[in-house]
């Protein structure tokens, strides 16, 4: 069966070819089609099953003869008129108009000119210099398709939670400060808090939708406007990531936030369960026949089918779902439950601060202890620390403490260090030093390439080590840009339950490692994790709160993080009974 996004995308693409073929106003009438299926809340092969023709042409924006054009689609799987118009005009043209800037007048110039038909035509000519040279593009054009192109191939056309997250605050921030607005919210991915996110979702409350909507449009981060409506509005944003804003009643807030925060396989469940306690549940609310039995909150919503509301992190069907309808939530962790930041760089290595420096900032951001954990020797090229170096920094992170006691802060620099995790599994600093850290993180920053077995066992090996307390990042993953390394994180995770090692959960927006589905298994298993920003500059202790998200993701409660604790308390958690003595003392 061929869904509502499937014809849409078809419709969409036949504008365009339209628009290129210089065609007066169909464009238009396909564009608007596309944007009606596209927002149809019931599947256009639905509504054919059961009414026909007749009911696709009462569609607003389908006349007759695109309605025919779709009752072919729905019927045969193809459309004559599309393969014809493809074939007229041979270019790729939904691959081509996903690069930032290209749209069809440009599209069909440089197939004109230089028979330009897919990405890789596009590249191979931007990359010879033959587009610089096309009058009306010029070298800037050239480079910024280039950019443009390399963006699309690292991104996937998503973006990291930690670089858009401010982006849709400060939006969302404006949008409340408007007068005929009631209420906002972020919905879709971005609430949900998830690594990467495809588009922003906004849910605005007014009654003069036309106002917020032109407000919405004229905002300077605006880079195109796909569609202006009174309910839904879809724009790009200079950044490269496209925005929806939808305007709904008061009554439908909670109903509306359901809907479209999704994620989908939630959303379905959730439907179905509804249809099976004789609702009925949309965008506008939970339907009892004709009667609206909830829709001004989320909590009613869920509430009225028998079950308390997850929260939006952890709605992906994961079996959330029906520990909500048996009332067995775990309690999350919450953002500002996280106390100590325990992986820390600074200048003395690769990090850009000073040690004061840093513990400054993490007590302007509301912590109370950081860890010092910079790099050992065996990453040369960070100026990795040696015995005689760590042992150096730990006499000026005394110095320091003695500071902010004189000046009656209870702020707490840790001493502690990033050992490196050699080959063989062997840490590069004698057992007699690391005995006097408070924390000792343990990493692999190289050797990436071992087979899984290699890789697993020289881990463990490093994690049998009595003085290691966390073990960091341990997949070694950077989002977009980097594969994890093969490693069993099963048998990492009940190594770390029989050694008690810590796992930490990365908070670096590239990192976020562990990944949720892992920090799931270690809260099951009873091993305990650490949130960490792994800050190398000042300005990095709010990559806490993508911290805080990913626990959550992965069902962590308060007492699963040991930095949720005082520092005596966490270093209590920490490995030895042995060490535990000497590092309180
Ligand atoms: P993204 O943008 O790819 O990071 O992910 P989402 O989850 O934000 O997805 P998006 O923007 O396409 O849609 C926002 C929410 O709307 C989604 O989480 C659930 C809801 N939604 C979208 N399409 C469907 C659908 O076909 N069926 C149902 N039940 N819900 C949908
Ligand atoms: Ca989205
Ligand atoms: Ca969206
Ligand atoms: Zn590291």
Redesign the pocket.
């Known amino acids: 069966m061929i ?3 499937e014809i849409s995308k078809i419709l969409y693409e036949i504008g365009e070819y339209l628009e290129i073929k210089g065609v007066m106003f169909k464009p238009r009438a396909y564009e608007k089609a596309g944007y009606s299926v596209e927002n149809l809340e019931e599947e256009v092969a639905e509504i054919y099953k059961k009414n026909g023709l007749k009911a696709v042409e009462d569609i607003p924006g389908i006349g007759v003869s695109i309605a025919l054009k779709v009752e072919e689609l729905l019927k045969t799987g193809r459309l004559k008129y599309y393969e014809k118009l493809k074939k007229s005009f041979p270019v790729k043209i939904g691959e081509l108009s996903a690069i930032e800037g290209m749209g069809p007048k440009m599209i069909f110039k440089l197939y004109k000119k230089l028979k330009i038909r897919s990405i890789k035509d596009l590249e191979k000519a931007a990359g010879a210099g033959k587009i610089a040279v096309i009058a009306g593009f010029g070298k800037k054009t050239e480079e910024k398709i280039l950019k443009g192109i390399e963006f699309l191939r690292k991104s996937g056309g ?1 973006f990291l939670l930690g670089v858009v997250l401010p982006q849709a605050r400060s939006i969302e921030n404006r949008l409340k400060e408007l007068k005929h607005v009631n209420r906002v919210a972020i ?6 808090m ?1 690594e ?6 906004f849910l605005v409350t007014s009654k003069k939708p036309k106002e917020v909507m032109k407000f919405f449009v004229s905002m300077p981060e605006i880079s195109h406007i796909y569609s202006q409506g009174q309910t839904k509005t879809m724009v790009r944003l200079k950044s490269g990531i496209d925005a ?1 804003l939808r305007v709904i009643p008061d009554i439908s807030f909670g109903a509306a936030s359901q ?6 396989r ?3 469940t959730i ?1 179905a369960l509804a249809e099976r306690k004789g609702f009925k549940l949309n965008e506008y609310g939970l339907w009892r026949g004709e009667k609206l039995i909830a829709g001004e909150t989320e909590e009613e919503i869920y509430k009225s089918l028998g079950m308390v509301t997850p929260s939006p992190e952890i ?1 992906n069907d994961s079996g959330e779902i029906q520990v909500a309808l048996q009332n067995k939530l775990p309690k999350l962790i919450g953002y500002g439950d996280v106390r100590g930041d325990l992986q820390v760089q600074t200048n003395w290595t690769d990090g850009e601060n000073s040690i004061e420096e840093m513990a400054e900032s993490a007590k302007s951001a509301g912590l109370e202890y950081i860890a010092i954990t910079d790099h050992t020797k065996s990453l040369a090229m960070t100026g990795g620390a040696d015995e005689k170096k760590l042992l150096k920094q730990m006499a000026e992170i005394d110095q320091l403490n003695s500071k902010f006691q004189a000046l009656n802060s209870k702020f707490r620099i840790l001493k502690g260090a990033e050992v490196n995790i050699l080959k063989d599994g062997m840490l590069d600093i004698k057992d007699e030093v690391l005995a006097k850290l408070d924390v000792v993180g343990i990493a692999v920053h190289s050797h990436f390439n071992l087979s899984r077995a290699e890789q697993t066992k020289r881990i463990i090996k490093a994690m049998k080590n009595k003085n290691a307390d966390i073990l960091f990042h341990p997949t070694g993953r950077l989002i977009q840009k980097r594969e994890p390394y093969d490693v069993d994180v099963e048998e990492i995770i009940k190594v770390a339950k029989e050694t008690g090692t810590i796992l930490e959960i990365d908070a670096d927006p590239y990192r976020l490692d562990l990944k949720d589905e892992y920090i799931r298994k270690a809260v099951a298993a009873g091993v305990k994790l650490s949130i960490n920003t792994d800050a190398h500059s000042k300005n990095s202790f709010h990559y806490l709160e993508f911290g805080i998200a990913q626990a959550r993701r992965g069902w962590a409660g308060k007492n699963d993080i040991i930095n949720t604790r005082p520092w005596p308390e966490m270093l209590k958690l920490l490995k030895t009974k042995q060490n535990i003595k000497n590092k309180i003392a």
């Open positions: 869904s509502n996004r998503r919905a879709g991915s971005l609430r949900r998830q990467t996110i495809g588009d922003l979702d929806d809907y479209f925060t999704g994620d989908k939630h959303n379905i439907r709605r």
